[in-house]
């Protein structure tokens, strides 16, 4: 058995300050490693959406010696340099063994596509709402 640790608040990175992640990101880590008296290096993102996580983020997990990062952005296809921010699948205790196979064999990969319009929709709503209270695109 893996454990890796998940915050200490579980609050939403995107709308942290450096310092406040960081906290996050080293009291988990310390405070299971006092408890299982070994090593933490993988992290599972709050929440973990696209919107979730970033490259700043990635970056201070690197600083805090994890060496793994998992969110909740659906597929089957992780790159190496992508160990900071590993997609993954859904399955449970209902799911068939087709239904198994077909998303580790990334059959289901449409589902990243639907979170990236998802994500974009979110970014630009937010964008434009930013704006139109500015009065306009400056």
């Known amino acids: 058995v893996d454990i890796g640790s998940h915050s200490i608040d579980h609050l939403n990175f995107n709308n942290l300050n450096s310092d406040d992640m960081k906290y996050q990101m080293q009291k988990s880590r310390q405070t299971l490693e006092e408890i299982i008296k070994d090593c933490i290096t993988m992290f599972s993102y709050p929440f973990g959406?696209?919107?979730?996580?970033?490259?700043m983020s990635e970056k201070y997990l690197r600083e805090c010696r994890y060496t793994i990062g998992v969110t909740t952005h659906w597929g089957t296809?992780?790159?190496k340099s992508q160990l900071l921010s590993l997609h993954r699948i859904c399955l449970n205790d209902l799911s068939s063994a087709r239904e198994i196979k077909n998303a580790i064999e990334g059959a289901d990969n449409w589902i990243?596509?639907?979170?990236?319009?998802?994500f974009f929709k979110r970014s630009t709503l937010s964008l434009l709402t930013t704006q139109n209270l500015r009065g306009g695109p400056h």
Do not use: F, H, T, V
């Open 49 to 55: 959406q696209l919107d979730n996580y970033s490259k």
């Open 112 to 118: 990243a596509l639907k979170e990236k319009i998802g």
């Open 77 to 79: 296809y992780n790159k």
